[in-house]
């Protein structure tokens, strides 16, 4: 069964740090692509970062670039998100994806954890 399970969530004031984390079960971690999605109210879901199998290249949002770092350890099938100078437009539940392409592209996604900035 495949599950994707992120932690790490909570409550931060501006300007404070926060890093999730991503424990996958059930698939072949290390051959997928992985990514966090973020979705605030009333919004859409957005593509935070991403990150290849094998960590080697890394992409970010523009609003996020030079503040979070998302990175992978694939002896722990997890992958995580270092977020700093956090601010209030932040505030979102987020969510990690996994996707393989090929000729069976497929998509898991996570159930999401809170992220609320805030003083």
């Known amino acids: 069964q495949v599950q994707l399970v992120e932690s790490g969530g909570g409550l931060v004031q501006p300007g404070g740090s926060l890093t999730l984390a991503c424990a996958a079960s059930g698939f072949i971690f290390s051959r997928y692509a992985m990514s966090w999605y973020r979705q605030a109210p009333g919004k859409e879901r957005e593509l935070v970062a991403g990150i290849t199998s094998h960590g080697d290249s890394t992409n970010y949002a523009d609003f996020v670039k030079g503040r979070f770092t998302i990175s992978r350890d694939n002896a722990k099938n997890t992958v995580y998100l270092q977020m700093k100078s956090l601010k209030p437009e932040d505030t979102a539940v987020y969510y990690c994806?996994?996707?393989?392409?090929?000729?069976?592209?497929?998509?898991?996604w996570g159930q999401g954890t809170q992220v609320t900035v805030s003083s």
């Open positions: 994806k996994a996707s393989i392409r090929g000729l069976i592209p497929r998509d898991y």
